[in-house]
């Protein structure tokens, strides 16, 4: 069963406007993060906001805001304002389970993006 | 602030020859993660490295391997490349103390198997 899913495979916004990217997930665990990443042309992948599942407050960082649902187990992202360089592939991440005193790696699972096309 | 940094940005390989893809990560972070994302596809995760050790596996082909040295930078070793190798290699680092183990992108290898 896909863990993150991401059901709108391209998003269309006009400059100035506010855009919501849909992701749900799906858990056991009582215990997880949930990432955004943007993914420009170029190619990077440029990490945007988190939210922890202990969070009681939704994240936000400049425009990017997190909308967390816990009962219904989405993490949406609101970007605020559209600008024509967030015109991009957004990826919504999870990872899984507590950081250890050991260490270890918890592997994020991502969806499959979302295009984001900011129309001036 | 230091970024993850990695070489070659673009490689472009005929089918059965070799690969390196080079990883340094951020200073003081210790995990590396390596990714492979296809064309329009999401990353997949390869493996990953804590203190120089292998952490997890994901969907590494044996036909890859990767160590991390002493110096916390990694290498991602491809061997008998196929066309199918064609992607984008993302190294990403975190640190281990991070409140949430967020994971830092490098810009990414453009591997181009012809």
């Known amino acids: 069963a896909q863990k993150i899913t991401q059901t709108q495979p391209g998003m269309f916004v006009q400059e100035k406007e506010a855009v919501t990217l849909d992701c749900t997930y799906d858990?056991?665990?009582?215990?997880?993060?949930l990432f955004w990443y943007k993914q420009p042309s170029s190619g990077e992948m440029i990490f945007l906001i988190y939210q922890g599942s202990y969070d009681e407050q939704n994240a936000t960082e400049g425009r990017y805001s997190l909308n967390f649902q816990k009962a219904r187990k989405s993490a949406n992202l609101v970007i605020s304002a559209s600008q024509l360089g967030d015109s991009a592939m957004y990826f919504c991440a999870m990872r899984e389970g507590r950081l250890h005193a050991s260490g270890g790696s918890y592997i994020p699972t991502f969806g499959r993006g979302t295009s984001l096309i900011v129309h001036p | 602030a230091a970024g993850v940094i990695q070489s070659p940005r673009h490689l472009i390989k005929e089918k059965r020859e070799t690969a390196t893809l080079k990883c340094y990560p951020i200073p003081r972070h210790d995990t590396v993660y390596w990714y492979q994302q296809g064309p329009g596809q999401d990353p997949q995760f390869l493996i990953s490295f804590y203190e120089k050790m292998q952490s997890d596996k994901g969907s590494i082909p044996d036909r890859f391997s990767a160590q991390q040295f002493s110096d916390y930078h990694s290498e991602l070793n491809m061997s008998s490349l196929e066309l199918g190798d064609s992607a984008l290699y993302f190294c990403?680092?975190?640190?281990?103390?991070?409140?949430?183990?967020?994971?830092?992108f490098g810009p990414g290898t453009r591997l181009t198997v012809l």
């Open positions: 990403a680092s975190s640190p281990r103390q991070g409140p949430y183990n967020e994971q830092f």
């Open positions: 858990t056991s665990d009582q215990s997880y993060g």
